[in-house]
């Protein structure tokens, strides 16, 4: 397994209010692969049908995003877990936090620790 990273400049000022620049690792995307792709790579490693494997796939996301919706977590085991995260502004008084002045911020992934070992694995190359 390889990532490609690339270089990132950031400018700066220091607390004496000196400008510096310094230059940091950041990754680049690799090829993107979608449910057609990974039903294709699943068929390979079983007996099902890259239709059934497409159709499994298309179920997950659909079951995926009702049970989000209803404020569950879905954990793929393998894999990890997804919520979804909610935020409001600040109040001086916890009893201002109503559901209406709370949203919903964004979908959180939390990956398996078997999943995070993953990159112990991958080789970097610019």
């Not at 220091?14 to 039903?39: D, H, M, P, Q, W």
């Not at 404020?71 to 209406?100: C, H, M, Q, W, Y």
Request: proline share 2%; hydrophobic share 35%.
């Amino acid at each position: 397994m390889a990532k490609r990273y690339g270089i990132w400049k950031k400018r700066f000022k220091s607390a004496s209010g000196e400008e510096k620049t310094l230059y940091y690792a950041c990754s680049k995307r690799g090829n993107v692969i979608g449910f057609k792709g990974l039903s294709k790579r699943v068929t390979e490693l079983s007996s099902l049908s890259e239709g059934d494997i497409m159709s499994t796939l298309l179920n997950v996301a659909t079951v995926m995003k009702w049970k989000l919706i209803d404020g569950d977590t879905v954990r793929l085991d393998g894999i990890g877990s997804f919520s979804i995260a909610v935020t409001s502004d600040g109040f001086e008084d916890p009893k201002d936090i109503t559901p209406n002045r709370v949203r919903a911020s964004t979908v959180v992934f939390i990956p398996e620790r078997s999943f995070v070992r993953l990159i112990e694995k991958i080789d970097l190359y610019k």
